[in-house]
């Protein structure tokens, strides 16, 4: 029986960089799951009697909106859902099955690399057939029926059982229930040499991976250890918890300080990575050496012919504007064209739809290709690898050699987290207002040549989305840019992305803060960040 349930509209369910992300104490409110799910759907057309895939990462309240899902879905009229076994989909995973299997969309509940738990973070996401995050069109129409819902439709169907895999019925609607790993295993297995990679772990190279109890952790374990045939143990913290074990299943350099450490010792590991709550983001650390994601979406992108799905090469880069200019380079190199686009992995898409672009990588430890409509973690750890074992250097080699051949972007990120939003707000209003005057001033002996708010058009639907970062642009090809994040549940976080262009070989091996310290400094004067946020230091620096 379908029910349809009168409900009041919540009305601050606008989805932002990556879907809706709230606490879980707010998806809880009656109805709030519910509604927002019901609002996806009405921003939808033409789904009756189609498939939609639902998965999430594992996290704290996964299983109860899962079921909220699978009967919403079918009191809507789809007619099948596909659900990963126990509600376990990685978002690459949930983007290729969408694909594969030629589904409507898919729903992927997840809050990314943000903590999970009873008073930690939860999201819902809405992906569209061709498998990547729903363009601002679609998330800013559930925004709009989001605030005119009254009421909700759902299908009594019970509690389906989703761990078993098999088909069962739902009413009119059938679920279906599959492991969650194969077909994104074989998906890998189509674009590297796993020949080369079984050899290279059977010579001794050792590998750590950290799923940081996130839901890559059985993708890992059955990709390098079974498939692979990485030595057992190889894979750390693999088992998907509802709370990450108490972390933050974030890979940066300060929670998955771990691993940077044991990276840095002296028995390191050959190759060190790492990945995030919902298995797009990674980190890469070589032995002895930290690669930046702008670095290693450049490094990738250059060697990317090595592995046999890429070996006809690239048609594109993209990279979102406050990424590095690092891909830049190589795109110059290879004579193939290069996208800037606003930050959010779902600009990426045109772009490779159209076929205007083959990699794509983003500062925020995002990278990936065209195999899938989502930045994927194990897709960039399997395509290092296989780079490692193709050309039979270490890490540190080949990103050395790289700085050499086309100069090195010193890069770092200042994170100023849970700032008051007014305080946020007035350092961004004030800083656009002066954005006019900066051009042809000098701060701390650099000359500012452009300072804008960054405005995209994107190439292929025509469609302008502004107020997508600040950049200051220096003398010399460096640049500061600031933006507020659209991935936080509390406060404002205001990102400081620094940049400097260093060709001279000689002056590669420079500490990055050390290297940044005047544009870091020229930021705080031009924009007033200490005073405006209460902070005298950074809360992240990555
Ligand atoms: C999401 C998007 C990414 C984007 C990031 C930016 O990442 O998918 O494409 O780079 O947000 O986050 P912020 O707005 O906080 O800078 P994820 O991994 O959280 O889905």
Not at 1 to 6: A, N, Q
Not at 497 to 514: M, N, V
Request: glycine fraction near 12%.
């Amino acid at each position: 029986m379908i029910r349809t349930v009168p409900t009041k509209p919540f009305t601050d369910q606008k989805p932002g960089t990556s879907g809706l992300r709230k606490k879980v104490p707010e998806f809880q409110q009656e109805h709030y799951a519910e509604n927002f799910i019901q609002s996806i759907f009405d921003a939808l057309e033409g789904f009756q009697g189609k498939t939609l895939v639902i998965g999430g990462d594992g996290r704290f309240y996964n299983r109860e909106v899962i079921q909220k899902a699978i009967a919403i879905a079918a009191g809507n009229g789809f007619g099948k859902v596909m659900v990963g076994q126990g509600g376990i989909l990685s978002t690459p995973a949930a983007s290729n099955i969408i694909r594969k299997y030629k589904t409507f969309g898919g729903i992927i509940l997840s809050a990314s690399h943000n903590p999970g738990g009873p008073h930690e973070d939860f999201g819902i996401k809405y992906n569209a057939g061709n498998g990547g995050p729903a363009p601002e069109k679609i998330t800013d129409a559930i925004f709009a029926k989001s605030k005119e819902i009254n009421s909700f439709k759902i299908a009594d169907i019970g509690t389906i059982d989703i761990d078993t895999i098999g088909t069962v019925k739902a009413g009119d609607m059938t679920v279906e229930i599959f492991d969650s790993v194969k077909d994104y295993a074989e998906l890998m297995e189509s674009l590297f040499d796993f020949d080369a990679l079984k050899k290279l772990f059977k010579s001794g190279f050792r590998l750590r991976f950290d799923a940081m109890h996130a839901v890559t952790g059985p993708y890992a374990k059955e990709i390098f250890e079974h498939r692979l045939g990485a030595p057992n143990g190889t894979c750390r913290n693999f088992k998907p918890l509802p709370d990450f074990g108490g972390h933050h299943p974030d890979p940066n350099l300060v929670h998955a300080k771990h691993l940077y450490d044991e990276m840095m010792g002296a028995d390191a590991p050959d190759f060190g990575a790492a990945s995030d709550g919902d298995g797009d983001r990674n980190l890469i650390i070589g032995r002895g050496i930290f690669v930046t994601p702008s670095d290693s979406v450049a490094m990738l992108a250059a060697n990317a012919k090595l592995a046999p799905g890429y070996k006809d090469g690239l048609k594109g880069i993209a990279r979102s504007m406050p990424t590095s200019g690092a891909a830049d380079r190589v795109a110059e190199k290879l004579g193939i064209g290069i996208y800037e686009t606003p930050t959010g992995w779902k600009f990426f898409g045109n772009l490779l739809d159209a076929g205007m672009a083959t990699i794509c990588g983003e500062e925020s430890a995002g990278t990936g290709s065209n195999h899938v409509r989502e930045k994927d973690g194990l897709w960039a750890v399997l395509l290092w690898l296989n780079i490692l074992a193709v050309r039979g250097e270490s890490c540190k080699e080949i990103v050395t050699e790289h700085w050499a051949t086309y100069g090195r972007n010193y890069y770092s990120r200042h994170d100023y987290e849970e700032v008051e939003s007014d305080r946020a707000n007035a350092l961004v209003d004030e800083l656009r207002a002066k954005l006019g005057s900066l051009p042809g001033t000098s701060v701390r002996g650099l000359k500012i040549t452009k300072a804008d708010d960054f405005a995209y058009h994107d190439p292929v639907d025509g469609s302008v989305s502004e107020h997508q970062g600040i950049r200051i642009l220096f003398e010399g090809g460096s640049r500061v840019v600031l933006r507020l994040s659209g991935t936080g549940t509390s406060g404002a976080t205001l990102r400081v992305y620094i940049e400097r262009y260093e060709p001279d070989t000689a002056r590669h091996d420079l500490d990055t803060q050390a290297a940044l310290a005047d544009l870091i400094a020229a930021a705080d004067d031009i924009a007033g960040i200490k005073s405006h946020t209460g902070r005298d230091k950074p809360s992240v620096i990555t």
